[in-house]
């Protein structure tokens, strides 16, 4: 820093300088202004280079209190992590009817799926899931939710959604026919575990179609429903040699079982293959049954 300084000191005057020190009554006054505010500016340059650092020009003179420090910034605001409460027992509390769907949307797929919730209806918020059964078929969304494995995630819907069976429209009906094929069984377990077919005076047959024993879905329930006034009538459309009950199509069967006597005070509710609603129904018409009496939860 020394070295600096006296460098400063011995650097060579400039020519405005030079030709004042040379003829000082020749020096006009711009010059001599000019001199002066560059030995200032010398003079600062080397008080600068000794301290080692440079002071800011609005510094306060020696002596004076400093500048009171700034206001301390405000603290950021906190940060809340918001968390739905109660949302698991809202969706279920959104299924009070059975034939109701809960919707679906699978990893990597567009569009979600709607599944048929096959436990009955929540009582008193006791209920901590839902049952579905799922019918694999290969290259389907249903084989993808089959090879699912516990952890894995999916997107649920909000709420369950449709109207369900709106059993309310057959409240007096003494005799109804229930008919359900494949994985319509589904909502059928929910509508008669939520209590249906309990009330006395009222006589209930379902006729349930498959193509075989193995697959048909809750035989081990059978029993369970027969004790809450449900007549089972399982068919087969490809039995083996040993089964000795219905064979054929639903529909077949019940046209050869059935007994409308007074349709004015029957029932049907259907769930189950296109074809056998289709043709359910038109022989339940023509056998005088309002069409608003013959129920889907569609």
């Known amino acids: 820093l020394e070295r600096k300084r006296e460098a400063a000191y011995k650097s060579p005057p400039t020519s405005r300088e030079a030709a004042v020190r040379r003829d000082p009554a020749t020096a006009t006054a711009p010059a001599t202004a000019s001199s002066a505010s560059s030995r200032a500016r010398a003079g600062a340059a080397a008080a600068r280079l000794a301290c080692g650092f440079l002071f800011p020009l609005h510094a306060p003179p020696v002596g004076a209190a400093p500048p009171p420090p700034p206001p301390p910034a405000p603290p950021p605001p906190p940060i809340h992590r918001r968390r739905r409460r109660g949302s698991a027992a809202d969706l ?84 109804i026919l229930v008919f359900a094929t494949g994985s319509g069984i589904s909502p059928i377990r929910s509508l008669i575990e939520s209590g249906f077919g309990e009330t006395k005076n009222i006589d209930v047959r379902l006729f349930y179609g498959v193509r075989n024993l193995q697959r048909m879905a809750y035989q081990e329930r059978f029993s369970n429903w027969e004790s809450r006034g449900i007549k089972i009538i399982p068919v087969l459309s490809r039995p083996d040699d040993q089964w000795t009950g219905e064979r054929g199509y639903v529909q077949n069967a019940f046209s050869r079982l059935k007994k409308v006597v007074n349709p004015s005070s029957m029932g049907a509710i259907l769930c189950g293959h296109k074809q056998m609603s289709e043709e359910i129904t038109r022989a339940l018409v023509a056998d005088g049954m309002p069409k608003d009496r013959i129920l889907t939860n569609f």
């Open 92 to 175: 279920l509390a959104s299924h009070v009817a059975a034939g109701q769907f809960l919707p679906f949307r699978l990893p990597d797929t567009p569009y979600p799926i709607f599944l048929a919730i096959s436990s009955p209806p929540p009582h008193l918020l006791l209920a901590r899931s839902f049952d579905f059964l799922v019918k694999r078929l290969p290259g389907t969304p249903s084989a993808r939710l089959c090879d699912l494995r516990p952890g894995d995630l999916v997107h649920v819907g909000g709420s369950v959604v449709g109207r369900g069976f709106e059993v309310g429209r057959i409240a007096d009906a003494r005799d």
